[in-house]
């Protein structure tokens, strides 16, 4: 083994005995994983379990009212709550948040709605999330069009004596929805777990400039360093000797989280993370960001003198870069403007290529520009912290 | 042989840690650089070792100038910094293999390194044991042991025995002998001048950066011994303190120093002051060692 891999073996095994700065890169980011994309489901899923849960009030039902119930009871994510029937108990729960909704069905409702009068009064919850009571709202409202439509046809075609009805059937085909994400050959909508792993995975790959940076203070401050350039070890050899084995821990990371993905998080009772199809894309990416956090690190061991500094710094800074970049809160959600100032922060350009990876189905092509951008920021990085390392 | 000229360094925004320092140490001597805490003697062996340029002066190690070429003339150097500069998650073994490994030094000859070192710095029996849970002695076995694993022609020792126990301080001042008596040329710095005193044939005197006195213990003893020191019982007023300065006394702090009297001169001395009607404590006349010495070159206590 040369100079270069004695060097680099004893930052391996620096970091190995490194309880802290194990748990920091490892274990901090899968428990991040699997909270955020258990939690997260609700966003993301479609599955029925995660649903919205609703009282019903409906005393009196006749013919149209019992096929209304059916149809709301037919859609998979609505859960219906049997909460008894007194008005003002059940308004009540729904004020405590027990129930997102309150559907009260009006006695002669086939008739009413016929009339075209009010039949149903809806009540939200006090948390209900807007985009949910805008959703069960659009289906209800569906619901009594077609319940409307269906009675209005029938007047009609008694009056004309015809057979012939614009049914459920006409009224879907007239629109067809498909995901653009795919997996398995299968479009579907991606989960929970297909955007928490990248983030994550991202907002740990930069944690990585904690250790770095603590253990580069702590030779300054030990004078180890002063020792190694007495010893003739090349600054350059310092240099790489710092970066191979970090970017190498890096990779790692990228593995371990993504097997966490495949197999731990269906364990979990989660959606299994797609790989998506190229490989040598995700390797890419994954290079470009480790680089970048890499370099990171090595310009915080040059601003802050202490190993505390370095930590508080890393920390702060990996918090503001992970909310600004789409981590803690997915940036499609987020408004304008903030999707673009989220486009400051170096995650979002990881992030951004590892979901044209694994929610795009892309190719190495077209993570590109997203690893040129961190590219060239790991290399701002570096000089900026060789010109400093010089001055000091 | 080490020759320092006119050697001058001021770190950014401070005053000069080291201003026209002209010495020469031959490279037979165990080399004394003795001063207080700021004195510049880290200043001076960082230069030495290449890690701090010179802007002003020369420095020329075994007729390399380290300036001009600092990569040639580390090669036969070594620096122990007064800090613990190794790694303590690391067991001494590990520690040991790793400072060899960077310096090139492989296979069979590390280990016969190793196994030197070792025995000479007493951390056979602490191979296998984390750095960090060593004691203060043997962290500083181990400091200077990692310091000898090139063999070095010239080896540069900052303050090695500094927060250490009597019995830990002796072995290390011990193993210094041993290894300047196998041809090691050493350079120790201290701010213990009776480590200084037992270990170093030659001495240099530093102080805010300036070289006082340099030579053998005797010669500087002899040299620059010659005054007589006063401990008085009452303090000096003004017009007293005038008079007595008039006469070449120098005064401070409830003592009076008269330099280079001859034995003749301290009844004229005392005869002064018995004018004054100055109560007399203490009288002292040349210097018994180092810190006798360094008090009267600098009218200050070593360990202010």
């Known amino acids: ?392 | 042989m080490i020759e320092i000229v006119q050697l001058s360094y001021s770190y950014p925004g401070s005053q000069p840690a080291l201003e026209d320092v002209s010495l020469c140490i031959d490279g037979c001597n165990l080399f004394g650089l003795l001063g207080p805490n700021g004195a510049g003697k880290t200043t001076l062996l960082s230069i030495l070792s290449g890690l701090l340029p010179a802007p002003a002066g020369t420095v020329i190690i075994d007729g390399i100038d380290i300036g001009r070429s600092p990569s040639e003339a580390r090669r036969s150097l070594s620096l122990v910094p007064q800090e613990y500069a190794f790694y303590p998650t690391l067991t001494v073994e590990e520690n040991l293999r790793v400072f060899a490994g960077i310096q090139g030094i492989r296979g069979a000859t590390r280990q016969q390194r190793i196994k030197e070192v070792c025995e000479l710095g007493g951390l056979e029996q602490r191979l296998g044991q984390r750095s960090e849970t060593l004691s203060g002695g043997l962290k500083r076995r181990l400091n200077i042991a990692i310091g000898l694993l090139n063999r070095p022609g010239l080896l540069f020792l900052d303050e090695p025995t500094v927060g250490i126990d009597p019995q830990s301080r002796r072995f290390i001042l011990e193993a210094i002998k041993r290894i300047h008596q196998q041809g090691t040329a050493v350079v120790y710095t201290s701010h213990y001048m009776e480590e200084v005193e037992y270990l170093c044939d030659h001495i240099a005197i530093l102080d805010q950066g300036r070289l006082l006195v340099e030579g053998s213990l005797q010669y500087l003893l002899q040299q620059h011994g010659s005054a007589l020191t006063v401990d008085l019982g009452a303090d000096l007023s003004a017009s007293q303190i005038g008079r007595l300065e008039q006469q070449g006394f120098e005064c401070s702090q409830g003592k009076i120093i008269q330099r280079a009297v001859d034995s003749a001169d301290i009844h004229r001395c005392l005869a002064s002051l018995q004018q004054e009607c100055v109560p007399v404590v203490a009288i002292h006349y040349g210097s018994r060692n180092l810190e006798d010495l360094f008090l009267l070159l600098t009218r200050r206590s070593l360990r202010d």
């Open chain 1, 1 to 392: 083994m040369g100079r270069l891999g004695t060097f680099i073996g004893k930052e391996l095994l620096l970091l190995r005995r490194d309880m802290h700065g194990l748990a920091l890169l490892f274990a901090m980011p899968v428990v991040f994983i699997v909270i955020m994309s258990l939690a997260l489901q609700n966003q993301f899923s479609s599955d029925s379990s995660v649903g919205v849960d609703y009282y019903l009030l409906a005393p009196e039902q006749d013919e149209v009212a019992v096929e209304f119930l059916r149809r709301l009871e037919e859609i998979d994510n609505f859960h219906r709550l049997p909460g008894g029937a007194d008005r003002q108990l059940l308004l009540q729960s729904v004020a405590r948040d027990d129930a997102s909704f309150l559907v009260i069905v009006a006695p002669e409702f086939g008739e009413r709605l016929a009339e075209g009068l009010q039949v149903i009064d809806l009540y939200a919850s006090p948390g209900a999330e807007p985009a949910r009571v805008l959703m069960f709202e659009s289906r209800l409202r569906d619901i009594l069009g077609r319940l409307y439509l269906m009675i209005a046809q029938q007047i009609m075609l008694d009056e004309l004596g015809e057979s012939s009805l614009i049914g459920d059937e006409e009224l879907d085909r007239l629109l067809h929805f498909q995901s653009l994400y795919a997996e398995g050959g299968e479009r579907k909508t991606p989960s929970a777990v297909q955007q928490n792993v990248p983030a994550w995975l991202l907002f740990a790959m930069f944690f990585i400039a904690t250790p770095i940076s603590t253990a580069m203070i702590h030779e300054r401050s030990q004078r180890t360093m002063d020792r190694l350039v007495t010893m003739d070890f090349p600054p350059w050899m310092m240099l790489l000797g710092k970066m191979l084995p970090y970017t190498l821990i890096n990779l790692l990371q990228v593995v371990l989280m993504l097997l966490v993905g495949v197999y731990l998080m269906p364990l979990l009772g989660a959606d299994r993370l797609s790989l998506g199809h190229s490989p040598a894309g995700l390797l890419v990416i994954s290079l470009a960001a480790s680089l970048a956090a890499v370099c990171y690190g090595l310009l915080v061991a040059q601003i802050a003198n202490t190993t505390e500094q370095a930590t508080i710094f890393t920390g702060v800074c990996n918090i503001i870069m992970a909310a600004l970049g789409g981590v803690m809160v997915p940036s499609f959600i987020m408004p304008p403007l903030m999707q673009q100032l989220s486009q400051l922060s170096p995650m979002a350009w990881g992030l951004d290529g590892f979901l044209e990876i694994l929610l795009r189905n892309g190719g190495v092509r077209d993570v590109v520009p997203q690893a040129s951008a961190l590219l060239v920021f790991a290399m701002a990085l570096l000089a900026l912290s060789v010109l400093l390392g010089r001055r000091r």
